[in-house]
């Protein structure tokens, strides 16, 4: 269901320069250690006031100190931050207590150096087990300072520099207008391995120019994760430092819950569109990835098994390869659906290759192979999986696996 008030999803996004009130940059300071000057691998963001924030992470039980450190800023007494500080090319995960002293500096010199004395969150990804080369850090953080501005080339710049093995810069916004004053909905995010929920290797950064607290942003952004970077998938590996930030200065002077149910509900809608728009380039982006699929499961008499039957297919090994192969191999699928052991009939089992029967009733339709082959040959394509044993269904984000893949991670 669409928002009544017209909620729009902008065909060219700057990312963040596009909402009113931040400001971005993004630099280098050679992270990586490779002697490369020249790729951006810091970037920092900040509110033309401090502002409240909400975040959603990684559910893994190995947890980068970035992470712990953004959940004990956000459950202090003061709930607002000036904004962020990114790194690329390390992820301070597994440094023990080193990690924890190293994030907690990096806060420290981002407030130091912009002169804001509201505390920073601090986001890393990278090559886990490695301790971040804190003099580089520093003088990243010291220069991307120095940096900010709210024009769109340093918001690219911001946008770049968070990416890792990624081919290309993920942005998105949207906006809706409400008595005259346009509210808008923007982000960055990075992303491209390590992609299984509860999200990905991903960070992804949301600004909006309402009025809100960190409850209210809490509360949407967690129902728009679960619906989109919560359902996307490459290759099946959770990541240590995965993270969602959602941030709200108040400059449209708009207050979604201080006004009608439309107004809440279109932004709502426009974070939501936000979220999917990145994590379907997060999908897009996947390395070495050739084919984006989406994963339809219907008929099922719960979600979370059809939250099952779609993971089972959407990580099943056989099943990318052979998407990568352009083979449209739907037995690959049945079995796949079958192993989620969620009490699948087989009598009453349907496959589609987009809207083009492949099984029908659990009966094969053997025709229909031309248009399956075609189907799977593109680089975008849906797949339907109709249970018809209820009424509950989930969609997956997906892609395929190549010996590319294999290749690129068989060495670090």
């Known amino acids: ?12 996004s700057n990312g963040i320069a596009d909402c009113p009130g931040f400001k971005t940059a993004g630099v280098a300071c050679d992270v990586r250690e490779t002697g490369d000057e020249e790729r951006l691998d810091m970037a920092m963001v900040v509110a033309e006031a401090p502002c409240p924030v909400a975040g ?5 039980d190995v947890c980068a100190a970035p992470v712990l450190l953004c959940k004990q ?10 904004g962020f500080v990114a790194n690329s090319g390390n992820a301070n995960a597994v440094t023990g207590e080193q990690g924890m002293t190293d994030a907690k500096e990096m806060g420290a010199i981002a407030q130091l150096s912009s002169g804001i004395g509201s505390p920073f969150m601090i986001c890393s ?11 580089k850090i520093k003088d990243g953080i010291e220069k991307a300072a120095k940096s900010l501005s709210d024009d769109a080339q340093s918001s690219h710049n911001a946008a770049d520099a968070i990416l890792t093995s990624d081919t290309r810069r993920k942005v998105a916004t949207a906006q809706f207008v409400y008595e005259g004053k346009t509210v808008t909905v923007s982000g960055m995010a990075k992303g491209a391995g390590m992609i299984e929920p509860n999200m990905a ?19 949407v952004l967690t129902v728009a994760v679960n619906q989109t970077f919560n359902r996307i998938s490459i290759d099946g590996d959770m990541s240590t430092n995965d993270t969602v930030l959602l941030f ?3 400059k449209s002077g708009v207050d979604p819950w201080d006004a009608p149910a439309s107004v809440l509900f279109a932004f709502k809608e426009a974070v939501h569109m936000v979220c999917d728009t990145l994590a379907e380039k997060i999908v897009g982006d996947g390395e070495k990835v050739t084919k984006l699929v989406e994963i339809v499961v219907e008929g099922c008499p719960r979600v979370r098994d059809a939250e099952k039957v779609a993971r089972a297919v959407g990580n099943s090994l056989l099943v990318k390869t052979s998407w990568y192969g352009s083979d449209p191999n739907w037995g690959r699928l049945a079995d796949a659906a079958g192993y989620a052991r969620i009490g699948l009939k087989e009598e009453l089992f349907d496959i589609y290759y987009d809207d083009v029967p492949a099984l029908i009733n659990g009966v094969p339709q053997d025709a ?4 399956w082959k075609d189907i799977v040959s593109k680089n975008r394509f849906r797949i339907t999986l109709n249970l018809n044993q209820g009424s509950c269904d989930y969609r997956l984000l997906t892609s395929d696996l190549s010996e590319a ?3 690129f991670n068989k060495s670090e």
């Not at 959603?56 to 893994?60: I, P, R």
């Not at 990804?125 to 003099?135: E, H, Q």
């Not at 290797?201 to 960190?214: P, W």
């Open 405 to 407: 893949y294999v290749n």
């Open 125 to 135: 990804t990278g090559r886990i087990g490695r301790k971040l080369p804190m003099d």
């Open 1 to 12: 269901m669409s928002s009544p008030i017209p909620v729009t999803l902008l065909e060219i």
């Open 201 to 219: 290797t991903m960070l992804a950064f949301i600004t909006s120019d309402v009025v809100s607290n960190s409850e209210q942003l809490k509360n």
């Open 73 to 82: 800023i956000m459950a202090g007494s003061n709930s607002k931050v000036a």
């Open 56 to 60: 959603v992470f990684t559910q893994n």
């Open 368 to 371: 229909n192979l031309p248009q």
């Open 248 to 250: 709200a200065n108040g």
